[in-house]
């Protein structure tokens, strides 16, 4: 979201969407995109999608008329995405993390690492970079050299790592089926795991927003989770 704009993932295109008024919010633009979009950031007055194995590059400056720009063609399926300006951190599949220059078009690739896994879901923060990736759990990589990532730690989370958000030491890892895990990161070489709550049925994806955790489940649908350090009380929104 923007102002009074969200950006909605529309199947083949990315939706604009006004809610100046929440209870009746009004679709104003749309730009379709070869592929299914998976994921969506915005920076300035442009949107970044992932659709395909591409990222594309979108201008929103006029709701009404978002038009394609640029994209850049990866090598797989481009999953989750972050945009840290003037960059883009593109978790894509069986080729782990690329990194991408977007202050320019076409988005110029300029470093990537290969994780073990697949790259599902992606954080950034500081000059480090988190990939979910799956059955290889929870990758800490050391993004201070962009055109050469190393990775400085792991944990093998137990069940199949795809999404990740961070909050300052502490990373929140949507494990699938094994739910919300709970990773401290003070110790990037050793991270160890201090809590976790177990969804009914797959997490597969996690956002922070205050002292709140938003979980996505697959068939359990939207769970909201209040913390405080290693305290973490469930607030069912919809069980």
Same mark, same amino acid.
């Given at each position: ?55 594309? =590059?979108?201008? =929103? ?20 995405? =972050? ?40 954080? =950034? ?71 976790? $709550? ?15 955790? $938003? ?25």
């Amino acid at each position: 979201m923007a102002g009074n704009y969200a950006y909605l993932a529309d199947g083949y295109g990315l939706g604009v969407i006004n809610i100046s008024t929440p209870g009746t919010p009004t679709r104003v633009g749309f730009c379709a995109v070869p592929n299914n979009i998976q994921g969506v950031a915005l920076a300035g007055s442009r949107a970044y999608v992932t659709s395909g194995n591409s990222l594309r =590059v979108i201008n =929103v400056a006029n709701p009404a008329a978002p038009t394609e720009i640029g994209h850049y063609d990866l090598p797989d399926y481009a999953v989750d995405l =972050v945009v840290i300006w003037p960059y883009t951190y593109v978790a894509n599949d069986h080729n782990g993390l690329h990194i991408l220059k977007v202050d320019v078009l076409p988005p110029q690739e300029v470093g990537f690492y290969d994780t073990p896994g697949l790259a599902y879901g992606v954080a =950034v923060f500081g000059s480090s970079a988190y990939v979910a990736d799956m059955a290889s759990g929870l990758r800490i990589l050391n993004i201070s050299d962009r055109a050469h990532p190393s990775e400085t730690g792991f944990y093998d989370t137990p069940g199949l790592a795809w999404g990740v958000a961070i909050s300052g030491t502490q990373a929140y890892v949507a494990d699938y089926y094994g739910g919300l895990r709970i990773v401290d990161l003070s110790t990037p070489a050793a991270p160890r795991e201090i809590g976790f $709550y177990e969804t009914p049925s797959s997490a597969y994806g996690v956002a922070l927003k205050g002292n709140q955790v $938003y979980v996505a489940d697959e068939t359990g649908g939207l769970f909201i989770l209040a913390f405080a350090p290693r305290i973490y009380l469930p607030i069912i929104i919809r069980p």
